[in-house]
């Protein structure tokens, strides 16, 4: 039987206040959204919002539901390629303070195993496009975590790296059942619906209620309505859904990445540009979609099933198998088919009609994909910036006869597990994380099959 055929889509395919000097924005496109939402949101871009009166969410505790949220059923064992030197990752210099690391870690061209793990039952491995530490949960519903450290991320009370998988001892009586990595923060979910968080705070990303530095061990956040089932960091922001379905974010609210119309921008002393951060968690309550000619409409009655973030974006599936999204709108990875930041979730228009809703969603650094309910694989934004951009989601057409099981991408790599074989590609440079192997090529533009596991049932992948 001839082999499917796969091909490249890489190219097309609140108190308080952050200084605007502290992240260089990417580009800055204006919003001339007409839609009325004085009456679910009055915080406007250009001024701060009131936080005294701002309180955690709370549900009495006659009406709670109930849940215990069951851990993944596979048992797997951990294999890892691709760079390991985890302060290098993303930078361009190893930082001062890390300088004794300066060479330790090296690119793993194909696959390799941690000792550590050798009696670990492995269940499901998280890792992010913007993050360089990574978590594993083990089938007893344990969180071990390695990698960069330098805000705490890493859950174990310091900010040492770790170049191996470590048992997050803080969390050694839950059991955890879901978790996500920011760029230097990490979220963990309970079997109960309980959401804790630990690393970097500058910006209110752990959901504490203040701002600090770093917490270097996990904490609960600040809320207690009905029990979480997901939870989704981008680089500074966070997102978890509730048992009901309802959306809550926080974290810096730039290019308005958090859902509740407004990017946070207003003028504070000296002129200078600040952002007015979300500290706790806040309902994103309005959804809506966009005619050709401009005129927004709300759309009432979502029920989240699925959340995924991006650097500066985030993408919703909902249950009816509607995709929304909103933030950061360079180079297409909203879907839109236009640049503009979205303030708000904005329907996607393709997975709206019958037959055609998507089942899975996934984002990477500056990308959307989407599974389709019929299989397909869809694609949107961009991989690697010096090639063109993808506006709106288009069909992977040369995959189309591949069962995709898991989908994951970095910040210009992709890797899919598909049937019974493993794909990847991303332009140069890469460090190993397509996987291919010593003495072989490094890169690819287009969709190659890993040969180094041929024989490998991959049940999951993460980039």
């Known amino acids: 039987m001839p082999r499917k055929k796969v091909t490249d889509v890489s190219g097309n395919g609140g108190v308080k206040k952050k200084r605007a000097s502290g992240k260089r924005k990417e580009r800055d496109f204006s919003s001339d959204d007409e839609f009325d939402f004085e009456q679910e949101n009055n915080k406007k871009p250009g001024k701060p919002a009131a936080k005294s009166g701002l309180q955690p969410v709370t549900v009495a505790d006659d009406v709670k539901e109930k849940i215990k949220l069951e851990c993944s059923k596979v048992k797997g064992q951990l294999l890892i390629f691709g760079a390991t030197n985890w302060d290098l990752i993303g930078r361009k210099e190893v930082p001062k303070s890390q300088a004794a690391f300066r060479n330790l870690g090296q690119n793993l061209w194909g696959p390799h195993r941690y000792g550590c793990l050798s009696d670990v039952q492995v269940s499901f491995v998280v890792a992010g496009p913007c993050a360089a530490h990574s978590l594993l949960m083990t089938t007893e519903g344990k969180l071990w975590s390695w990698g960069r450290n330098d805000k705490g991320q890493l859950g174990h009370g310091d900010t040492k ?6 048992l997050i001892e803080a969390l050694a ?4 059942v879901a978790a996500a990595c920011g760029r230097n923060h990490t979220l963990a979910l309970t079997e109960d619906g309980t959401a804790y968080s630990f690393g970097e705070n ?3 990303q752990l959901g504490h209620g203040n701002q600090t530095d770093a917490v270097l061990s996990p904490a609960p956040i600040s809320y207690n309505g009905q029990p979480l089932v997901k939870v989704a960091c981008g680089a500074e922001f966070s997102m978890v859904v509730d048992c009901k379905g309802n959306l809550y974010s926080f974290g810096c609210p730039e290019y308005g990445q958090l859902g509740h119309n407004s990017d946070g921008k207003f003028i504070a002393r000296a002129q200078r540009i600040e952002f007015d951060c979300e500290l706790i968690a806040r309902r994103v309550a309005i959804f809506i979609e966009k005619s050709k000619d401009g005129q927004i409409m709300p759309v009432p009655n979502v029920v989240v099933r699925d959340v995924a973030c991006g650097s500066n974006h985030t993408l919703v599936l909902d249950s009816q198998k509607r995709v929304f999204s909103w933030g950061f709108g360079g180079y297409g990875r909203l879907g839109h088919s236009e640049q503009k930041d979205e303030m708000v979730p904005r329907l996607v228009k393709l997975f709206d009609f019958p037959g055609r809703g998507a089942s899975q969603i ?3 650094y500056q990308c959307s994909f989407a599974i389709s309910e019929m299989g397909g694989l869809f694609f949107w934004g961009v991989t690697n910036t010096s090639r063109d951009s993808t506006m709106y989601p288009k069909a992977v057409q040369d995959l189309c006869g591949w069962k995709v099981r898991s989908l994951a991408c970095g910040k210009s790599s992709i890797i899919v597990a598909a ?4 794909i990847s590609w991303g332009p140069s440079p890469t460090f190993g994380e397509l996987g291919y192997g010593d003495n072989k090529p490094k890169s690819s533009t287009t969709a190659q099959e890993v040969k180094t596991l ?3 049932y991959v049940e999951q992948v993460n980039d």
Do not use: F, N, Q, W
């Open 173 to 176: 009586d839950h059991v955890i």
């Open 362 to 364: 996934c984002t990477g």
């Open 419 to 422: 049937d019974e074989s493993t």
């Open 161 to 166: 790296r770790l170049e191996a998988p470590k």
């Open 202 to 204: 500058k910006l209110g």
């Open 454 to 456: 041929d024989g490998v």
